[in-house]
């Protein structure tokens, strides 16, 4: 199954795929978040890379609770799963951001690019995240929607 991974931000968005088979998570780009334009390029972007399965990063705290901005990113979601008929998996991006900078900086990534690349990795990690729970406990794609 094609996912694209989400991380969702009041100014930019990241985004990642996966492959078909469900093996690797690839940060893809970085978009401003522009709302409607935001969505309608989302839903031309899914047709054309053959994505099947929706999954946005969630913002918690160290605790689990929601954060401030939660609300936003699951609406995000759920008005792209509703334009693209596609499921939506909503998963926990505690510390995404901070493993992707991990991540980018073990690479060798030069600061200046790292700030430029750390939505989409951060995304990647996300979608990587999703893609081990599910290798892990096994969930059939029918059971998403």
Sequence with gaps: MRWLAIDHGTKKIGLAFSDELEILASPFEVWPQEDERTLDR????????????????????????????????????????????????????HLSSAEAERLLRERGVKPDK?????DAAAAAVILGELLEDRRATGIPAAELG
């Design 42 to 93: 989302l839903v031309t972007l899914c047709k054309a890379e053959g994505v099947q399965a929706l999954c946005v990063g969630l913002p918690r705290h160290k605790d689990g609770a929601e954060s401030a901005t939660a609300p936003a990113a699951r609406a995000f979601g759920e008005a792209l799963a509703d334009r693209t008929g596609l499921p939506l998996r909503l998963v926990n991006e």
């Design 114 to 118: 790292r700030k430029l690349l750390l």
